[in-house]
């Protein structure tokens, strides 16, 4: 288990068996968008594993943020790679469906 600490965010991966799931939590804004890539970077390209992320205690995401998010599913659509973003909180799922993007993420957990 890795993590990236920051006094407002926090990413956690775990890697499984053919998985690997980042657990976010805190502040997802434009401040810590570098912390997040880090992370993201070396798992986003690995085809082999399922990537989820998991948004359980994340409590806020800005436009950067969502963006990430994006840049990720294009990447991993792209490379015929499974990505789920799960269990994300109902303030967070109104604001993506207000963006139009909650269909992509929903799209993509029945992906594969």
Known sequence: MNTNKNEKFNATTERHEGSCTVYLS?????????????????????????LVINLKDLKYIDSTGIGILLSILKARHGMDARFVVEEVPSQIQRLFDMTGIAKFFAASRNSQ
């Open 26 to 50: 805190g502040e997802l804004d434009l401040s810590v968008a570098p912390d997040f890539r880090l992370v993201m970077e070396p798992l986003v390209g690995d085809s082999e594993i399922d």
